[in-house]
Each structure stands twice: as structure tokens, then as C-alpha cells.
């Protein structure tokens, strides 16, 4: 008995996954539960295991899209393991004499062209005068033998050409390599185009800028990460801090978390902020769901456990799904400014930038201060200009002043 094996439903969103790979060959005996395939879908990739055991019959490609309920495979439940094992066995037997047929067709192949393309004392003076192939002249000769009527033949229909092109141009040689390589977009990477441009055409988006002193957040974090670190079993990062501020100034500004439809505005009460974290496969953006919640220890074991199933491949769907604010970091690749695409379908993300020593007004003198830019982009047609700015002024309050998450002010 024949059992089809289908693509199942991972998520009311996803219609349609691309076959990334086949982890088995077409007549390979496999067990139950055994992964079959590897899918990709728009966010996250999976594993299609081996419903029953049996020989299974590869029918989708590697490289198609296909739409949630189609067949892939079958499976024979029928067949044994033993038989199995006796056929290859058999095929294993049988490929030598394929090989040895193979030879030998190229022999007689060999042996029938032998003649055609060679060419007469006479004719072959003529050719290698006039710098001409033989492969390039066709013999009227016995067997496709190349005459001297051929080969003159040949030099009158080489010289007319010559008349008829222009002189070469001398070509500038180039110097190194120029390869290219073709790569299919991946799912993931085809999603990602095609949201960022949904966002642009979609939303009217403006960015504001502003700068923090980071002195406090790296005094706090020199004075005590040995400490929280033996009490949490986890690092004091900078994305504890940015995550409280951003959920503290969300409850002021609650426009900021909030996103709009055809003809309503829709508000939450909760902060499940997202994280971008860059991996092999493209940008994901896990949600920490109810950030406003977790202490400083909670968000770092929380960020760590994402960041760890993202760069592993493993983020399902529901890590990914929802969220009402983004945090974005491309200061640990070095960025100084920059302005972030808002994460549909929120209204608002937030970009962090890299820590760098600048020269500031400090009560009148010049100091040294480690600054860093933040940036915010946002929906204007759901958030105001007052609003973003405020939003933004407040996020660089709570991290200049750090004492303020602790007593919620």
C-alpha cells in the first residue's frame, strides 16, 4: 500500500514553503519519524518526517514552491528493508556492465569519426598554409576525407572574408578574475524583499534622530556584571537597558505601540517587542512577549534563548509572530547612523548604533563622553511628530538615568 506523504499546515499565514532539500534518495527504505525533506518557509525552516515506514518515491523537486496539502512523497508500507537491501545489492551487481556498454558505444563512435575531418597530403599543405582547421572544412572525400579541390575550396572562402571584416581592434586585456554565480532567493530572503517594499509604498515613514550619553548604562555595568552574573547565570548587556526604556516611554506614548487598519487604530497594553537578529538565512525578528513584565535578568535569558534558536534554524513560527515594537542593533556591526524599516504591521522600530568616545558640553566644559545614536522610525499617519520626538526624548531620559527603571518613573 501506497501512502502519500503531504506538506502540513505550519501556521494559518503560511500557504505556500519552498523544498529546500531531500534528506533521503528515491527507493530509500525509511523508518517512521525519519526526516524526509527540509522546507522553507517565509520565516522559519522544518523538517517533514516519515509518517510510516516503507520505500519512499521522491515527487517534488528540490528548489519547487509548494502549497500546504500537496504530495511530496510517497511511501510503499508494503516493502520490506530486506528487499530493499537485496535490490541495491542487485543494481550495485548490474553497474559495471552499463559502464562497459558505455565504453564500448564510445569506441564505435571514435572509430566512425575517425575518418571524417582528416585530410589529403595535398589538401592538408593548402589548410596549414593558410593557417585553416580541418575541422572547420568539409570533405566531399571517401568517409568525409578532405580533398585538395576541398581545401582550395576552403582558402577562396577564407580569403573573401578576410575582405569583408574590418580590422581587429587591439583589446584592452583585463587583468584578475571576473567570475559570477548565480544563487535562487531563498524564501526567507524573497519575504524579506517583499515587505520592506510593501512598507515603503505602504507607510508614510519618517525617522527621528537622537544621541545618549552611555556613561551611566557602562558604569552600572562595570560596577555589578560580576555580580549579576553569579546571580543570573547571564551577561548585563546594553539590551536589557534599551528594552525597559523603549516598554516605559511605550506606556506615555502608547500611539508608538500601536498599529492602524482601513479604519481603525489598535492599541495594546502590553509590550511584546521584537529583536532583529541577523542571521545566515536573512534578518528574523523574534518577539519577547510581555517584555514590560521580565526583569533586566529575565530579557537577557529571554534574548539569549531567541538569538540561540535563530542563528540554530530553529525559530518557529510563533517566536516570530505578533510583537508591537522592534529593536534593531546595527551597532555590533559597526554602524554609526542609520535609518530602520518599520516592522509591518507595527507603526514604530527603534535602531541602536555603535558606542563611540565623542567630545560633549558638560556643564560648561568639554568631556568626553561615550555617545551613541538612536533613531525612530515611525508610521506618521498614525503617530505624530510631538509624539515620536517625545517618545525618542524619553527613551534617552530612562537611559541616561537608569535609576528611573528601577522605581518605574
Not at 522546507?39 to 520505500?55: M, R
Not at 508614510?204 to 551611566?216: G, I, R, S
Not at 535563530?310 to 542609520?338: P, W
Request: proline residues 3%; contains cysteine.
Amino acid at each position: 500500500m501506497k501512502q502519500e506523504i503531504k506538506v502540513p499546515s505550519i501556521g494559518e499565514s503560511v500557504n505556500e514553503v519552498t523544498l529546500a532539500s531531500w534528506l533521503v534518495e528515491d527507493g530509500d527504505y525509511v523508518e517512521l519519524d525519519q526526516p524526509l525533506a527540509e522546507f522553507e518557509s517565509d520565516k522559519a525552516t522544518f523538517e517533514l518526517p516519515a509518517e510510516v515506514a516503507g520505500i519512499v518515491t521522491r515527487v517534488a523537486k528540490e528548489g519547487d514552491d509548494i502549497k500546504i496539502g500537496e504530495v511530496v512523497a510517497t511511501i510503499d508500507t508494503s516493502a520490506s528493508k530486506t528487499s530493499n537491501d537485496n535490490k541495491q545489492e542487485e543494481k550495485a551487481i548490474e553497474q559495471p556492465k552499463t559502464e562497459s556498454k558505455a565504453a564500448v558505444e564510445k569506441n564505435i563512435t571514435q572509430e566512425n569519426n575517425y575518418a571524417t575531418g582528416t585530410a589529403s597530403p595535398a589538401a592538408k599543405k593548402i589548410l596549414d598554409e593558410k593557417n585553416i582547421n580541418t575541422s572547420e572544412v568539409s570533405g566531399t572525400g571517401v568517409s568525409g576525407r578532405i580533398t585538395k579541390e576541398d581545401a582550395i575550396k576552403a582558402e577562396k572562402q577564407t580569403a573573401k572574408q578576410e575582405t569583408i571584416v574590418a580590422p581587429k581592434q587591439e583589446v584592452q586585456k583585463v587583468v584578475g578574475e571576473r567570475n559570477e554565480r548565480v544563487e535562487k532567493l531563498t524564501r526567507i530572503r524573497k519575504t524579506i524583499s517583499k515587505r520592506l517594499v510593501e512598507v515603503k509604498n505602504q507607510t508614510a515613514m519618517l525617522t527621528t534622530f537622537n544621541e545618549v550619553d552611555m556613561t551611566a548604562i557602562n558604569e552600572i555595568r562595570a560596577k555589578y556584571k560580576d555580580a549579576f552574573y553569579e546571580q543570573n547565570n547571564i551577561g548585563l548587556g546594553f539590551m536589557s537597558f534599551f528594552t525597559k526604556a523603549v516598554c516605559q516611554a511605550l506606556q506615555k506614548f502608547p500611539a508608538v505601540n500601536a498599529y492602524i487598519t482601513d479604519e481603525n487604530m489598535i492599541f495594546h497594553d502590553f509590550c511584546d517587542i521584537s529583536i532583529a537578529v541577523s542571521t545566515e538565512r536573512g534578518l528574523v525578528v523574534p518577539v519577547i512577549r510581555n517584555a514590560e513584565t521580565l526583569s533586566f535578568a529575565g530579557i537577557e535569558k529571554e534574548i539569549k534563548r531567541l538569538a540561540t534558536l535563530a542563528r540554530n534554524n530553529e525559530l518557529s513560527i510563533q517566536d516570530m509572530e505578533g510583537g508591537t515594537f522592534t529593536i534593531t542593533n546595527g551597532g555590533v556591526f559597526g554602524s554609526l547612523m542609520s535609518t530602520p524599516i518599520i516592522n509591518q504591521p507595527q507603526s514604530a522600530i527603534l535602531g541602536m548604533h555603535k558606542v563611540q568616545d565623542r567630545p560633549m558640553v558638560i556643564n560648561g566644559s568639554i568631556e568626553i563622553r561615550p555617545m551613541m545614536y538612536i533613531a525612530l522610525s515611525y508610521d506618521h499617519r498614525i503617530i505624530d511628530g510631538k509624539d515620536s520626538v517625545s517618545f525618542l526624548v524619553a527613551v534617552k531620559d530612562y537611559l541616561e538615568n537608569p535609576e528611573k527603571l528601577l522605581i518605574g518613573l
